[in-house]
C-alpha cells in the first residue's frame, strides 16, 4: 500500500472532512429529531424526554392510514420495478446499441419532479377521459396505478445501474457452463447467476423502498383517493404549520430510512467479511 | 454404438457475425473415441467450430449430427455434450462436490447415488478429500480438474475443451496434457479439444484438425501432420520449417536466380513451395557439400543456446532467413561470419498450395 509512505496527517485530514461533511449534511435532520423527543416542542428553554408525540402519531387513524398505503405502495413498486430493472441489465449486455439504450433508460433522472409529475398527469387524464369515453374503462383516472406509474419512472433508473454494476462482475461463461449440464436458461440463471448478483439485487430493493417511501412529488400528482406518508406531512404542515406532531413525523421518515440504509451496509460489510 | 456412425459429423457448417465470417462452410467428421484437437492461431475459428457443436452458437448454415442424431436445432441443454472451458466457469457459490454434481442434480438423480458419483469423478481427476473446497481456494490446475470432473460426471457422447490449460504454466501444462490423454484413454468418450498451443495438440492428440481463417486447413495425425504437411500453412504454422517459394521446373525450385533441387519432380511453370524441417537443416562447417544435398550460402546473423538444441540463424544472400536447429551443438561460426547452409534434397516437401 501507498499509504504506508504517505503523510499520516493527510491521512487524518481525510477522515476528519468526511466526518464534518456527514455531520454538515445531518445535523439537519439530527436536530430535527431531538426536538421531536422535547415535551415543550421547538424553541423551548427546556428540555424533558418524551415519546408521547410519537405514541401521538400512532394513535392518529390518518396518519396510520397513510403509512399504510406508503409501505404497500413501496412494496408494489418493488415488486414492478426490480423484474423489469433486472431484465432492463440483461437486455444491455446483450445489446450492440449500449450507449442509447442507457440514455433511454436513465432519461427519467433528467426531468425534473415536478415537470414529469404535471405531464404525467396531463397524460393521464386524456389516457382516463379516451378508456372511459371508448371501453367504459377506469384504467388511468388517478388512483394506486397512476401513482405505481410515476414511481417505477422515477426507481427502474437507480435499480437498472445498481443490478448492471453487479452483473459486470458476473462471468457469463458460468451460464454456458450450467447450459451444457442441462440447466434451461432460467435455471442457469436462478442457480448460477441470481446468487451472485443477490447483493445487487438487495441493495436495489432497499434502494427502492427509500426512494418510494421519500417520494412526494410524482407521488402528490397523481395519487387518487389516498395519503402518502410524506404527502400527508406537507398538507399537515401547510395547513396546520409545525407542531410537535410535524417533528415527530419528520423523526419517523428520517429514522426509517436510516435503519434500512443501516441495514444494508451492515450486511455488505458483514459479507465482504465472510 | 456402432463404429460405422461418427460421433461427430458436420456438413457445411459455417458462422458468419454480420459481414465477418468466423467459420466457413466446413465439415468435419470425428470418429467415436476420438481424441481430436482442433488448433490454429487465435480468431481462426477453432473455438466457433467447438461452440458450434456444443450448441452456445446457431450455424448460419449447414447440419451438425452427434452419433448420428441431427442436433442443429437443439439448445445446448438438450445436446449429448459436456465442456470444459478456459477459466472463470466454477460456480464460485458452489463447493467442488456441488460443482460436480450440478448437472446431476438437475437429472433429479437420487442424493446418495450423487455423492458417490461425485466422488468416483473427483478421484479419476485426483482431487479427493476437496469436496468441500470453494472454487476460488483452488489453484488453477485443481479448478481446470473440477471443471474435468464435472463434465465427466454427465456421461455425455461428446466432451468439448475449450483451451482447458491455456491459463496454466508451463510445467503443469505438460502434466495436464499427458493426464488428459490418460484420462481419455479411461473413460472412453470422444474428445474434442481446441488449442493455440502445438506442444499440447501434439501431447494429446490422435488427430489433428489445424484451422485457420475460418477453414480448416488440413487434418491428420501429429506424426503425419509434423513430417508430411500438404499445405503450405500446415508447414508454416507446425513445427519450424523454412520455407523457399518458387516456380517449379521439373526437377528443381526456381527461387529467382538459384535452382533448389526437388525431393521429387513438379510440373514445369507451376508456382510451388518448398519446405524443410529446421532439424533437418545443418551449417556446413568449410566441409563439402555431400552427395545429394542442396546448399546456399549466407552469413550467420544469430545464434541462441537452448539447452537441447542449439538454434542459428542466416540470412541468406535473397535476404531470407533461414533457421537451423542441432540438437546438442552450437555452431562454431561467429555472428557475422559467411557460413554454407545445407540439407539432403529428400528432406524437402512440396507444397502446391
Known amino acids: 500500500m501507498m499509504r504506508e509512505y504517505g503523510n499520516p496527517w493527510a491521512h487524518r485530514a481525510k477522515w476528519l472532512y468526511l466526518i464534518f461533511v456527514v455531520v454538515a449534511l445531518m445535523s439537519p435532520v439530527l436536530h430535527t429529531v431531538t426536538i421531536s423527543f422535547n415535551e415543550h416542542g421547538f424553541g423551548a428553554a427546556d428540555y424533558d424526554f418524551t415519546l408521547v408525540y410519537y405514541f401521538d402519531l400512532f394513535r392518529n387513524e390518518e396518519i396510520l392510514a397513510a403509512l399504510g398505503w406508503t409501505f404497500w405502495l413501496a412494496f408494489v413498486v418493488v415488486v414492478v420495478t426490480l423484474p423489469m430493472g433486472i431484465l432492463s441489465a440483461k437486455f444491455y449486455q446483450t445489446t450492440r446499441w449500449k450507449v442509447p439504450f442507457l440514455l433511454l433508460m436513465l432519461a427519467p433522472l433528467f426531468i425534473p419532479a415536478d415537470i414529469m409529475a404535471a405531464a404525467l398527469l396531463v397524460y393521464f387524464k386524456t389516457l382516463s377521459r379516451f378508456f372511459s369515453d371508448t371501453f367504459g374503462l377506469e384504467w388511468f383516472d388517478l388512483s394506486m396505478t397512476t401513482a405505481v406509474i410515476g414511481q417505477v419512472l422515477w426507481c427502474l433508473p437507480y435499480v437498472f445501474v445498481v443490478v448492471l454494476v453487479t452483473m459486470a462482475r458476473y462471468h457469463a461463461e458460468q451460464t454456458e457452463a450450467a447450459r451444457i449440464c442441462g440447466a434451461t436458461a432460467w435455471r442457469a440463471f436462478w442457480d448460477v447467476e441470481f446468487p451472485q448478483i443477490k447483493a445487487g439485487v438487495f441493495s436495489a430493493t432497499a434502494f427502492t423502498v427509500i426512494l418510494s417511501f421519500n417520494e412526494y412529488t410524482r407521488t402528490n400528482f397523481l395519487k387518487g383517493g389516498f395519503e402518502t406518508f410524506p404527502t400527508y406531512i406537507v398538507s399537515y404542515m401547510l395547513n396546520t404549520g409545525m407542531t410537535p406532531e410535524t417533528y415527530a413525523m419528520s423523526g419517523l421518515v428520517s429514522m426509517t430510512s436510516i435503519v434500512i440504509v443501516g441495514a444494508v451496509l451492515l450486511l455488505a460489510l458483514r459479507k465482504e467479511q465472510a | ?353
Open chain 2, 1 to 353: 454404438m456402432s463404429n460405422s456412425v461418427l460421433a461427430v459429423e458436420a456438413t457445411g457448417i459455417a458462422k458468419s457475425y454480420g459481414t465477418v465470417q468466423a467459420l466457413k462452410p466446413t465439415d468435419l467428421r470425428i470418429e467415436p473415441n476420438e481424441y481430436y484437437v482442433l488448433l490454429g492461431p487465435s480468431g481462426g475459428g477453432k473455438t466457433t467450430t467447438l461452440r458450434l457443436i456444443a450448441g452456445l452458437v446457431r450455424p448460419t448454415a449447414g447440419r451438425i449430427s452427434i452419433y448420428g442424431q441431427d442436433v442443429t436445432e437443439l439448445a445446448p441443454d438438450k445436446r449429448s455434450t459436456s465442456m470444459v472451458f478456459q477459466s472463470y466457469a466454477l460456480f464460485p457459490h458452489m463447493t467442488v462436490e456441488e460443482n460436480v454434481a450440478y448437472g446431476l442434480t438437475l437429472r433429479r438423480m437420487p442424493r446418495d447415488e450423487i455423492r458417490a458419483e461425485v466422488s468416483r469423478m473427483l478421484d479419476l481427476v485426483g482431487l479427493n478429500g476437496y469436496d468441500n473446497r470453494r472454487p476460488h481456494e483452488l489453484s488453477g490446475g485443481q479448478q481446470q480438474r473440477v471443471q474435468l470432473a464435472r463434465s465427466l460426471v454427465l456421461h455425455s457422447d461428446i466432451l468439448l475443451l475449450d483451451e482447458p490449460l491455456a491459463a496454466l504454466d508451463a510445467k503443469l501444462r505438460k502434466d495436464m496434457c499427458l493426464e488428459l490423454k490418460n484420462i481419455q484413454k479411461t473413460v472412453g468418450v470422444t474428445f474434442v479439444h481446441v488449442t493455440h498451443n502445438q506442444e499440447e495438440a501434439m501431447t494429446v492428440a490422435d488427430r489433428i484438425g489445424l484451422v485457420a481463417g475460418g477453414e480448416l486447413v488440413e487434418q491428420g495425425s501429429p506424426e503425419a501432420i509434423y513430417n508430411r504437411p500438404e499445405k503450405r500453412f500446415t508447414a508454416d504454422f507446425i513445427g519450424e520449417n523454412n520455407i523457399f517459394d518458387g516456380t517449379a521446373t521439373g526437377a528443381g525450385l526456381d527461387i529467382g536466380g538459384r535452382v533448389l533441387g526437388l525431393p521429387t519432380p513438379a510440373e514445369t511453370g507451376r508456382e510451388i513451395s518448398l519446405s524443410v524441417r529446421s532439424e533437418d537443416m545443418r551449417l556446413l562447417d568449410g566441409e563439402p557439400k555431400p552427395e545429394g544435398w542442396q546448399a546456399l550460402s549466407g552469413t550467420l546473423i544469430d545464434k541462441v543456446y537452448l539447452g537441447l538444441i542449439g538454434s542459428s540463424v542466416v540470412r541468406l544472400e535473397s535476404g531470407q532467413d533461414i533457421t537451423v536447429r542441432q540438437v546438442g551443438a552450437m555452431s562454431s561460426g561467429e555472428v557475422g561470419a559467411s557460413v554454407t547452409v545445407a540439407w539432403p534434397t529428400e528432406a524437402g516437401r512440396i507444397h502446391l498450395s
